[in-house]
């Protein structure tokens, strides 16, 4: 029988952008991997880049119902874009494992920004 779970998270663009101005590359480095800040920088609006990763990453804890007590880490869950431009979740063998995450499952991830808002959707389908 598949199972469905989804999540999702909207943030504050102008929010985020103050919280890195304040706590600095230290902060990004917590949050993203070395491949996603590398995207985001090389963006005009990086910001909204960043922040709809990490929306992303919410949305994708949600719908594991993960919680941060959990000693999860963020940069477990990376953002990646396939050669379509398509973004799509990647979560490491090791996370999956420890997280209960099916090998088979699906994961169906999407992500919109404007000046002020980012948003991300996961829907994940489970074997």
Not at 60 to 88: L, S, Y
């Amino acid at each position: 029988m598949m199972k469905i779970q989804q999540g999702i998270d909207i943030i504050s663009v102008e929010r985020f952008e103050e919280a890195v101005r304040r706590h600095g590359d230290r902060f990004l480095d917590r949050l993203f991997t070395a491949d996603e800040r590398a995207y985001c920088e090389s963006k005009r609006f990086k910001f909204e880049h960043y922040a709809a990763r990490f929306a992303a990453k919410e949305a994708m804890m949600k719908a594991m119902e993960i919680r941060r007590k959990n000693r999860f880490r963020f940069r477990e869950i990376e953002v990646r874009r396939q050669a379509t431009g398509k973004p799509t979740i990647f979560l490491s063998r090791e996370s999956a494992v420890r997280f209960g995450f099916p090998e088979k499952a699906q994961v169906e991830l999407s992500m919109a920004h404007e000046r002020r808002f980012a948003v991300s959707t996961v829907v994940l389908i489970l074997p």
